[in-house]
């Protein structure tokens, strides 16, 4: 029963990472999102235009900041967890839905994402940390020049 609440607690614990980076991002909070990942992460936002590869944190904690910091607000929110938990590695995988908005934008003032969301994690003595984050974009909405 012991090893059954551990691997609760861990799965828990997993969960509330990727949930974590999801505040620290809608925060901007940048020095917490980076360190929530590893040195060096396996990403995927090919499909919502994003970067796919290996890529370091600190570049992509850059490109997520001069992404999103000109916006008025930034709003993540995410359900449907389902994870699974190893020895020192989790997954989870999650619906996920981010709305951009900056007021006065020419063409609407938000815009939308709507997908799921694959994101492995390492554990360390520190706590979980992202080694894969993908992104699968199911459709989007509003104005589809927010960002240009």
Do not use: K
Not at 8 to 16: F, K, L
Not at 84 to 111: K, N, S, W
Not at 132 to 144: D, H, K, M, S
């Amino acid at each position: 029963m012991d090893h059954l609440i551990r691997d609760r607690v861990r799965q828990a614990s997993a969960e509330r990472a990727v949930i974590e980076l999801f505040v620290a991002t809608d925060r901007r909070d940048w020095g917490r999102v980076r360190r929530l990942m590893t040195d060096t992460l396996d990403v995927d936002m090919s499909s919502s235009g994003g970067p796919r590869g290996a890529i370091d944190a600190d570049a992509l904690v850059a490109a997520w900041a001069a992404a999103l910091d000109p916006l008025d607000a930034v709003h993540h929110q995410v359900g449907n967890l389902r994870s699974t938990i190893h020895e020192d590695d989790a997954h989870v995988a999650c619906h996920g839905i981010a709305y951009h908005h900056l007021r006065g934008a020419p063409g609407g003032e938000t815009r939308m994402f709507v997908g799921t969301y694959d994101i492995a994690l390492r554990d360390s003595p520190r706590g979980w940390h992202i080694t894969t984050f993908r992104f699968f974009l199911r459709f989007l909405g509003g104005n589809p020049d927010l960002h240009a």
